[in-house]
């Protein structure tokens, strides 16, 4: 085998490694061995950031009917005590979201009261919303395609399987995510700081491993350390990667050397950077994703030497068959500070247009309830954050709730009120890709299925 080809088998064992989770945090962290592709560096400074809810959150009670007629349609539907809570108009017009493109046929539309710090946001101009988007295989796929088993995207209603699907546009065992292929065709614009090209708060993800890039992944403190502190002073961690650099005859020994080499290198560049940076940018008490978001937007204003960035965290138990209006209602007081502070941080950084968010979940939930909660569904409703989305504004399909069976008008869902997507995750991910940087040529290397849709740029985002 030539030293060509063993560089590209390592390559390629080492990014399937990453997107499996089998590694060690520090064999994660290289991007820097990978070979470059080609795109024209940018001027200017973008990141994506990622919100990822594990669990699949249920989007009927996220954004919710407030015109009295499908209101009340929707608290029909739901039963039981899933829609409870979010019974009485008069506070749901406190989170009322009033766009500038009117919503279908005059109806009216309301957050989740937790949620109150986004609609403020919302009345700002720094929130867009994306309704009805989810996994499917083309434009206009129907409700008798579903039952039919026709164009249908692989395992749904499987948590695994859908976040996968989510993140990577293939089932669970997918090795690369689309996050990552966007990191791959920009990576370039980041010169000798490729390595912090993708960056996950949240361990390993799938949505951030590319063909070429490799995410790079932190603790809410900051860069994971290589060498443990019990080993003794810093001065080990440069005598460690000094052995590293004696080199090997074996290829796979001297790659593997280089990834810890590298690894090292990282941490002190990370850590170097952070210093002169507050700890407390945005953080809440008590608030996990508050945690994640902190240190996403530490590494934004330490400046890493990136032109392009790609971030990932998350927050989990979503998954809410029973207790939903108590869960969720925490979940989403966890949500909408958590995000409010993080774009209250990037203001301040000066960077509102530069910096995008956006949610992503397995998939959305059930109208109808099952007593106490609602079970796994299909299309969901999506938050989009910052400086750059169309000002209050909404795209997507809006649920017409007409008190038929599953609560929904039928061609809108696949029963029990489960959504059938509008817009696909292709859809909603190439907006953003293309929003990045990301040249309408190289948009078919990160969404392989793009040509199956009507819509590679939805509108939600300004240049």
Request: net charge negative; hydrophobic share 40%.
């Amino acid at each position: 085998m030539s030293h060509n080809a063993s560089k590209r088998e390592f390559l390629k064992r080492a990014s399937a490694i990453a997107a499996t989770g089998v590694a060690t945090p520090w064999a994660l962290n290289l991007a820097s061995l990978a070979a470059s592709s080609a795109h024209a560096a940018g001027n200017d400074y973008k990141a994506l950031v990622c919100i990822f809810m594990y669990g699949g959150n249920d989007n009927h009670n996220t954004v919710v009917p407030l015109d009295a007629v499908s209101h009340a349609a929707y608290v029909a539907a739901r039963g039981g005590s899933a829609g409870i809570a979010l019974r009485d108009l008069n506070a749901l017009r406190a989170t009322a979201v009033v766009p500038n493109n009117p919503w279908t046929d005059g109806r009216e539309m309301a957050l989740h009261p937790q949620l109150s710090d986004l609609s403020r946001l919302f009345d700002a101009g720094q929130l867009s919303l994306v309704m009805n988007a989810g996994p499917l295989m083309k434009s206009g796929t129907t409700r008798d395609d579903f039952k039919n088993n026709v164009n249908m995207p692989p395992k749904l209603f499987s948590h695994n399987d859908q976040q996968s699907v989510w993140q990577a546009g293939a089932a669970e065992g997918a090795n690369q995510g689309w996050g990552g292929r966007i990191g791959d065709m920009l990576m370039d614009d980041n010169g000798s700081a490729s390595s912090f090209t993708c960056i996950s708060a949240a361990g390993n993800a799938v949505y951030l491993a590319g063909r070429e890039v490799v995410q790079y992944q932190v603790s809410t403190d900051g860069a994971i350390p290589v060498v443990n502190p019990v080993l003794g002073s810093s001065d080990a961690a440069v005598a460690l990667r000094d052995i590293m650099g004696l080199g090997s005859a074996n290829y796979f020994d001297a790659g593997h050397a280089d990834l810890a080499k590298n690894a090292i290198l990282y941490e002190g560049q990370v850590t170097a950077a952070l210093q002169p940076v507050s700890t407390d940018l945005c953080r809440i008490k008590d608030n996990s994703l508050s945690n994640q978001l902190n240190i996403v937007a530490r590494l934004i204003k330490a400046n890493l030497g990136t032109k392009r960035q790609v971030f990932f965290v998350s927050l989990g138990g979503f998954d809410h068959h029973d207790g939903l209006l108590e869960q969720q209602q925490a979940l989403m007081a966890v949500v909408g500070p958590a995000m409010a502070k993080f774009q209250q941080a990037i203001d301040g950084m000066g960077l509102s247009k530069q910096v995008t968010t956006f949610t992503a979940s397995d998939f959305g939930r059930t109208l109808t309830s099952n007593g106490d909660g609602s079970d796994h569904g299909w299309g969901s409703h999506h938050m989009v954050m910052g400086g750059s989305v169309k000002p209050k504004s909404w795209v997507g399909q809006l649920p017409i709730f007409d008190g038929s069976a599953g609560g929904i008008a039928q061609h809108q869902q696949v029963g029990n009120g489960r959504l059938l997507p509008y817009h696909s995750v292709e859809e909603y991910g190439a907006t953003f890709a293309k929003w990045a940087g990301v040249t309408p040529s190289e948009l078919g290397s990160v969404f392989p299925n793009l040509g199956a849709f009507n819509t590679p740029d939805l509108g939600f985002l300004l240049p």
